[in-house]
């Protein structure tokens, strides 16, 4: 949407003059948003310019999660205070001191303005507003209860930016503890052994213990050959990443090996499964049909395995077979999902067991990664301890036995 630039002077509350510059729909839309800021106006004029069109463009998302709940709570209720759509719109707009987040919240008023209906304007803009809010705001729309789908959808984004946060809480520490680990390890490989070789040489043929010889030829086999060691690690690296970025079997294999690891396999497998829980409750529960619900849920998973899980459930419904059958056939899902599902479909009532998992899952995941943190965290720092005390010990060990051997 092409937004239009003005100027304006304006007094402040203070009886300074204020000048500046900002987007808008139109002149009156402007004045409109100046007003809020209590600002008296005097003049607004519109001007355009090569630098205008450039600042308008924008590269990556406008808004982040948070940002999208706020608007979505903001939005629903002002539409459950009696508030209109397009003055509700019109209102956040004007409150929007970002002016990129300012321009997308034009953007959906102009298009409604226009006469679309608020899930078409989303639509359009599908890197702010993901394909589920989309489906769920076209589904209030039909209802009637746009309010309150757009308010439970807040809160499912919420629970959703709650439980990635609390993941990678989980994740940060041992990660830095095992990078901390492997950094003092090189370093006392390149830096330490090699500076104390002559230490030990001076004492004559004195034999070394084992430990202690492994590090020194460890340590001179870095030095000597750290450039090749680290352009090799660079360049596996460039290359697995391109293989990742672009090769779609490479990058299914990843991921699935990813869910074979001891500890972090279980997180993966339960983010993704509250996921899937989620975003069918929340359309099945509000009438989608299952197939489109299905649709919707793949775009919005980002693991390979689990889209052709769910690729594989749209297959068996094509083909007459059960909703649970591709559930119970995958070593990764839990198998009381896969039950629960099972159940629902024999009860016909499908959509409150999705509701009933989605709650179940949702209860249990604080538990489940502060489980996982406490299990981590110790194990990583026994790592750590172990890897820092045996090269500690490789040094001390040739100084306790030098009494005995002199």
Known sequence: MHLKNFKYVCINVEGKTVKGRME?????????????????????????????????????????????????KQL????????????????????????????????????????????????????EFPNLLVQMVKVGELSGELGQTILKMADYYESQIKLTTEIKAAVRMPLIYLG??????????????????????????????????????TGDFFQNYSLIIFGSIFILAV???????????????????????????????????????NSLSQMLSNGIHSMEALKTTKDILNHDVYKALIDKTIYYLQDGKP?????????HIDPIMAKMIATGEKTGDIPRLMENLSEYYNGISE????????SIQPILLIIVYAIVGVMILAIMLPMLSLGTQI
């Open 180 to 217: 901390a680990a492997i950094v003092i390890a090189i370093g006392m490989l390149l830096f330490v052994f090699p500076n104390i070789t002559g230490l030990f040489e001076s004492f004559g043929d004195v034999e070394l213990p084992p430990i202690t010889q492994f590090f020194l030829d």
């Open 76 to 127: 629903g209720s002002l539409i459950n205070s009696g508030v209109k759509l397009l003055p509700a719109l019109e209102l956040l707009s004007l409150q929007q001191e970002n002016r990129n987040i300012r321009r997308l919240y034009f953007e959906l008023y102009q298009q409604v303005y226009n006469g679309n209906l608020l899930s078409k304007a989303m639509s359009k803009r599908k890197q």
């Open 24 to 72: 808008a729909v139109s002149k009156s839309v402007c004045i409109k948003y100046l007003q809020t800021k209590n600002y008296k106006v005097k003049s607004v004029t519109e001007y355009k310019n090569i630098i205008t069109k450039l600042e308008q463009i924008t590269i990556g998302r406008l808004i982040n999660a948070k940002q999208l709940v706020f608007f979505l």
């Open 323 to 331: 909703f649970s059958k591709a559930f119970e056939e995958s070593r």
């Open 239 to 277: 290359v697995f990443t391109l293989f990742y970025k672009y090769n779609d079997k490479f990058h299914y294999y990843v991921k699935l090996s990813l869910l074979g690891l001891p500890v972090f396999g279980k997180l993966i497998q339960m983010s993704n499964q509250i996921l899937i829980a």
């Open 367 to 374: 538990l489940r990664v502060q489980q996982l943190k406490n």
